[in-house]
């Protein structure tokens, strides 16, 4: 059972940076590409960020790129995005999500996500 759980997320000011955490209960974790996506209020649901399994190649939507970085530790499962300079629009619920292999655009596993609300 792969089981991946996000924290946090909270309510910060316009500018402010957050950093998300995921950490994955699959084994070995290196065979996994990660990323994260986000979700608003009556929006689709919509690709973030990507980070591959060997390499740490990482892979970014244009709306976050410049001001978030996705990374990964293999030693401890987990992976991160560190949000910086945020804006209101980056309001969201942001889960996390596993690909078995290369990354796709349709994960194998998912988060229960973790709200982030940015204030003006």
């Known amino acids: 059972q792969v089981q991946l759980v996000e924290s946090g997320g909270g309510l910060v000011q316009t500018g402010d940076s957050l950093r998300l955490s995921c950490a994955a209960s699959v084994t070995p974790f290196s065979r996994f590409s990660m990323g994260w996506f986000r979700q608003a209020p009556g929006k689709e649901r919509e690709f973030v960020a990507a980070?591959?399994?060997?390499?740490?190649?990482?892979y970014y939507a244009d709306s976050v790129k410049g001001r978030f970085t996705m990374s990964r530790d293999n030693a401890k499962n987990t992976v991160y995005l560190q949000m910086n300079s945020l804006k209101p629009q980056d309001t969201a619920e942001y889960y996390c999500?596993?690909?078995?292999?290369?990354?796709?655009?349709?994960?194998?596993?998912w988060g229960q996500g973790t709200q982030v609300t940015v204030s003006t």
């Open positions: 980070i591959s399994r060997i390499n740490g190649d990482t």
């Open positions: 999500a596993a690909a078995l292999g290369p990354w796709k655009e349709k994960p194998d596993y």
